[in-house]
């Protein structure tokens, strides 16, 4: 994409999605909900993290990865680490045998603080670890696994083995991460109570923040040679390894993405949530993230984020009013989406509404049209793998 | 009035008047237990709060996973609490009120049982709270309970190790559950050594750290094994023939969910036959509910540790007995969690009335003597630690399923969450 | 941990824990003999498998009542009438979900991973209406409960070594279906070379519904085994998927023999880590075990060689 002047972008077709999405989440939604819904959107919010990660890795690069959850729980760990050790002072727990450490350690008899969980008296390490913590296991799996060319299915599955392997051990040490019940009872971030209706506001709005910095640090890479890089990966692994391209480089780059955000969405959700279980780490939260992906349109960082949105928004809607039927409505949204609409929302959008876009655009924004015609006239029941809506896609005559 | 007036009237239960008349006479002996309420206050009287109280309604919510891996054991939680609430508001609600439940499904997510509880506290407004299950989602529950300043009833027996002003405990805790019970296996049975087994997470741990301190301790004998699995573990050869190995007196056992199934059908076809209690097998996690899916020709002869169980005979199990049944069908069972859940609308109805309000800090305030006179496990009080005073029951299982009661102890046994000498 | 005991007691235990390690891997190769076959030959991931076992054993509690109620003098044989009407309801859901979905997946493999992960939410649901969240109690007739006394310490359960037996017999007869049949030549002429197999006149569309539903079967007479060992319940199937996808993995997705060492394997090394460490750490250990060795041979233990 040409961005000669940031204004020009914002009036250009995709500036416009970009802005209609901080419309909706900024202005419309604060607005018209209570403080008790919008902390649930900023929950959903915080999947959208992981799906706009998976949309880089799965959707671009093709690297299905079904333990997801695993990063997005480190990242949620660790945050809850710190704001448990912030709500453990030896006064608040003065009731234990062992007072100043988390009140689940104090019941499993451990006596002091565990090394690991040291370095967590520090917000600035732990925002550090935030990000850092996923990231060096996403690059661990991905060196070990890519360099040796394991893709595919298999990656998948290991992927998924892995997720097994981490909720048995995080279950099963409970002394150290509070086991099936999760960091619980957080209070306070560097003294500023997190659960009053106003701080869980501000937090709304630091995770829309967040959300779209990441959102525009995905944009600036698929926009970028690496970000084709990735797509001639996904259709054609062998050429570009013939063309001189480190493949596994770029996957394990990619990966790591993935997990950074993925972190962040993590971290994230502890402060909105107020706490943090190993429930989404395990393969159903981890499975679940790739439906708000798939159902948001795998090639569309922005449909992921409606994807997440509109999944969770109707888990919640089902199940308060017919909760024996969501995993049935759930179930069918799954094959639906795979079996008809393989591209999501986005897909859709981009078939049906697009062209009436056009329409209307066609005088005013000749260049925005120019880039997207071609694609938007296209059938999709074409080979649609390779191209977005929301990005001008990297068709040969501009690259 | 006898059980089978009960059971005449209770058919026409879904039609709901002629259930309701005779449940009126029942209610009235019910009454008695606490305070019966002449006129109807008025709402701004006894609702200063804000909660889902009208001039002849009032709203509480059910919180239990009805989907996900916990709806095997909350459903007949659910059933419970719903049947209960029925009761009351054929014997004439809370203080002149009709309850309405709103009910939520915490899908077996302990996130999404602190979202749904959430919901209820801030949306619905509601003036109590039946629901959870799992410790885990108990922990989720709990600040935000705290928070919003709501009342729960939690009906499992658990972990202890906390005591919540917005947490009334209707289950046993751990030392209530686990003391009287390795006594009784320690001088009846004269067992000398135990072998400890759990499904690995927080609530076997607690039980089997107490057990141990206890047995250690307390009563100067051995144990000769303490082994954990992952929750839903299907394979318990390997253990089986450790436990052959070690030949303890007692397995003392709390693997919960599928897995118990798998455990007992795989000791049963290792040859271990309970009936000859060598060893002897007592279990604080399997109820007659359990029981059900495990198949009773499979725990013939097991002893369980409870506060509860269907056979209990008196008159107030009976009639609660043949009302489930007649509400939800001859082939249902009711075990130890279930009779809890039961238990919570009464108590708070009962503690409603004493304070003459809905306000949650009122109610508080009234806990501690609250008597349930009707219980079906007998007589239940609550203590000042917002645990239920209550016996502890030792059964053995029966081939259909059923436990009969082979001791019970002689005074209701004191709620310790915290108990000294055991941390 | 061994003071105190004789030798004797040593070997039986010893004895014992082997057959343990035994059971655990008729269990693993029951569970991925119908998942080698999907997946293997097919490239169908299927995250339903374990619901697919639990349709079995609910068909097995069904007959297992049926027997009860209208025929209890034939109640000690239900079983093998069990096994069969599990495999038939199993295989005739398999080729309807083939015939509905999965024929038109067959070029994305990771979309019939979301497919059928759909498929199983709501299968699981399904149960849960139709049979009720609680688990339900399969009885089993009087010979298949108890053991065999071989020695004064060596007992060995009986529908322990009659699930070995099924698993054997259903391995044996699915190699010989493979390898040695006019319908395994052609299933594998399909997954080598698929233009090239319909070129010659073979239907691939059919040898696909076919295999899908062989598969789905296999699922079905396992799901029937395990009500002897394990629990019947809504949600039971998805204690076995990740454990049957590895064992499927490691073996080398396209070779039964390979599933059957990988079983062979990871049940030993399991079986024994559980005898000497805590169950949990087990398990840890097992996983990472095995993901380990397919970091090193990606591919699994037996793959197919392919130029990469």
Not at chain 1, 198 to 212: H, K, P, Q, S, T
Not at chain 2, 378 to 401: C, F, M, P
């Amino acid at each position: 994409m040409k961005t000669s002047s940031p204004m020009k972008w914002f009036v250009s077709r995709e500036g416009l999605y970009y802005l209609g999405l901080a419309a909706l989440l900024v202005v419309i939604l604060p607005l018209i909900l209570d403080p008790f819904r919008l902390n649930m959107v900023g929950k959903y919010l915080t999947y959208a993290f992981v799906a706009i990660g998976l949309v880089m890795c799965w959707g671009k690069a093709g690297i299905l990865s079904l333990g997801q959850g695993v990063f997005f729980g480190l990242g949620g760990y660790c945050m809850a680490m710190f704001l448990k050790l912030e709500a453990s002072t030896p006064e608040a727990t003065a009731i234990q045998s062992t007072p100043g450490i988390p009140d689940f350690m104090d019941w499993n008899q451990l006596t002091e603080l565990p090394w690991f969980w040291e370095p967590f008296h520090s917000f600035s390490f732990t925002l550090l670890a935030v990000i850092g913590v996923p990231v060096l296991l996403a690059f661990v799996i991905g060196l070990a696994m890519f360099t040796r060319r394991v893709g595919g299915v298999y990656f998948a599955i290991i992927t998924q083995a892995i997720a097994a392997v981490l909720t048995i051990l995080i279950i099963g040490q409970q002394g150290f991460t509070g086991g099936v019940n999760g960091i619980t009872d957080l209070q306070t971030l560097k003294g500023w109570d997190i659960r009053t209706d106003e701080a869980r506001n501000i937090l709304y709005f630091v995770c829309v923040g967040m959300l779209f910095l990441v959102l525009f640090v995905a944009r600036f890479v698929q926009n970028s040679k690496l970000g084709r890089i990735l797509v001639a990966m996904n259709a054609q692994e062998t050429r570009v390894r013939f063309s001189g391209y480190d493949v596994a480089a770029f996957k394990i780059f990619v990966f790591c993405l993935a997990a950074a955000f993925a972190g962040v969405g993590g971290a994230m959700f502890t402060l909105i949530v107020g706490f943090m279980s190993p429930s989404f780490i395990g393969i159903v939260g981890s499975i679940e993230m790739v439906i708000f992906c798939a159902l948001g349109g795998r090639l569309s960082i922005l449909g992921a984020v409606y994807g997440a949105l509109l999944v969770n928004a109707a888990k919640s809607g089902f199940s308060e009013s017919f909760p024996e039927l969501w995993p049935f409505a759930m179930g069918a949204l799954f094959i639906g989406v795979v079996l008809a609409f393989p591209n999501g929302m986005a897909g859709l959008y981009q078939t049906y509404v697009m062209p009436l876009e056009d329409k209307i655009f066609k005088r005013k924004k000749v260049e925005a049209v120019a880039a997207a015609e071609p694609e938007a006239t296209k059938p999709v029941a074409k080979k649609t793998d390779d191209y977005d809506p929301m990005i001008d896609s990297y068709s040969p005559e501009k690259s | 009035m006898d059980t089978t007036d009960i059971a005449a009237s209770g058919r026409s239960f879904s039609k709901g008047l002629g259930f309701r008349k005779s449940l009126m006479t029942l209610a009235a002996s019910v009454m008695l237990a606490t305070s019966a309420q002449a006129a109807t206050p008025s709402t701004a009287e006894v609702n200063t709060t804000g909660l889902a109280v009208t001039d002849d309604t009032v709203t509480v919510g059910i919180l239990h996973s009805i989907t996900g891996t916990m709806a095997i054991s909350e459903i007949g939680s659910v059933q419970a609490e719903k049947l209960a609430i029925d009761q009351i508001n054929a014997s004439g609600g809370v203080l002149g009120r009709q309850i309405d439940f709103v009910q939520e499904d915490g899908a077996s997510d302990w996130p999404t049982f602190a979202e749904k509880s959430r919901k209820l506290l801030r949306q619905d407004n509601v003036a109590a709270i039946f629901g959870a299950w799992t410790s885990a989602s108990r922990k989720a529950v709990l600040p935000v309970m705290e928070q919003y300043n709501g009342m729960l009833y939690y009906p499992t027996f658990y972990e202890g190790l906390e005591q919540s002003p917005n947490v009334v405990y209707t289950g046993q805790e751990a030392t209530q559950q686990i003391l009287a019970s390795l006594n009784w296996a320690a001088e009846t049975k004269g067992a000398k050594s135990f072998y400890l087994l759990g499904s690995d997470y927080i609530w076997p741990r607690t039980s089997n750290k107490i057990a141990r301190k206890h047995i250690e301790d307390k009563l100067g004998l051995k144990v000769s094994g303490e082994e954990y699995y992952p929750l839903g573990h299907t394979q318990f050869n390997s253990v089986i023939n450790k436990i052959k190995l070690k030949k303890p007196d007692v397995i003392f056992a709390s693997v919960v969910g599928g897995s118990n199934v798998a455990f007992y059908k795989q000791m049963k076809a290792a040859g271990i036959d309970f009936t000859d209690e060598k060893p002897l097998l007592l279990t604080i996690s399997v109820t007659e509910d359990e029981i059900r899916g495990i198949g009773g020709e499979n725990v013939d002869g097991i002893y369980a540790s409870m506060k509860y169980f269907q056979s209990l005979e008196n008159a107030n199990n009976k009639e609660f007995v043949a009302a489930f049944k007649e509400a939800y069908g001859d082939d249902m069972v009711i075990g130890d969690v279930t009779q809890a859940a039961y238990l919570g609308p009464w108590l708070w109805k009962a503690a409603v009335e004493k304070a003459g309000s809905f306000d949650i800090d009122k109610i508080r305030e009234e806990f501690a003597g609250i008597e349930f006179k009707k219980a079906p496990e007998g007589y239940v009080r609550i203590h000042e630690n917002h645990h239920l005073w209550s016996k502890t029951r030792i059964g053995q299982a029966q081939t259909d399923g059923q436990y009969k009661v082979v001791f019970e102890t002689e005074e209701l046994m004191e709620p310790d969450p915290f108990p000294e000498g055991y941390q | 941990m061994f003071d105190g005991y004789t030798s004797s007691e040593l070997m039986s235990i010893f004895a014992m824990q082997g057959f343990a390690g035994l059971s655990l891997f008729s269990v693993f190769v029951l569970m991925a003999l119908g998942l080698t076959i999907i997946f293997g030959q097919m490239g169908v991931i299927n995250m339903a498998h374990g619901e697919f076992m639990i349709l079995g054993a609910y068909t097995t509690y069904l007959t297992s009542g049926f027997f009860q109620s209208y025929l209890p003098g034939l109640f000690g044989g239900y079983f093998f009438v069990a096994m069969i009407l599990a495999f038939l309801v199993c295989a005739a859901l398999g080729a309807l979900v083939e015939w509905l979905m999965i024929r038109h997946l067959y070029h994305r493999p990771l979309d019939t991973l979301l497919a059928t992960w759909g498929l199983s939410l709501i299968m699981q649901q399904a149960y849960r209406s139709i049979f009720g969240a609680r688990e339900v109690g399969v009885e089993l007739p009087e010979w298949m409960l108890g053991a065999f006394q071989v020695t004064d310490l060596v007992e060995l359960p009986i529908n322990g070594l009659f699930v070995m037996i099924i698993a054997l017999s259903i391995a044996v007869g699915l190699y010989l279906l493979m390898y040695r049949s006019g319908y395994g030549k052609k299933v594998r002429a399909v997954v080598q070379n698929r233009p090239m197999a319909e070129a010659v006149g073979i239907n691939s569309a059919g040898i696909d519904r076919a295999t899908f539903a062989l598969g789905c079967g296999i699922a079905g007479v396992a799901g029937a085994a395990f009500t002897m060992i394990g629990s019947t319940g809504p949600s039971s199937g998805q204690a076995y998927i990740v454990d049957t996808f590895l064992v499927v993995v490691f073996g080398g997705a396209q070779s039964l023999i390979g599933t059957i060492v990988s079983a062979f394997g990871i049940s030993q090394a399991q079986s024994t880590m559980e005898f000497f460490l805590s169950g949990s750490m087990a398990k840890v250990l097992t996983l990472l075990f095995v993901i380990g060795i397919l970091m090193l041979r990606p591919e699994g233990l037996m793959a197919l060689k392919v130029r990469r």
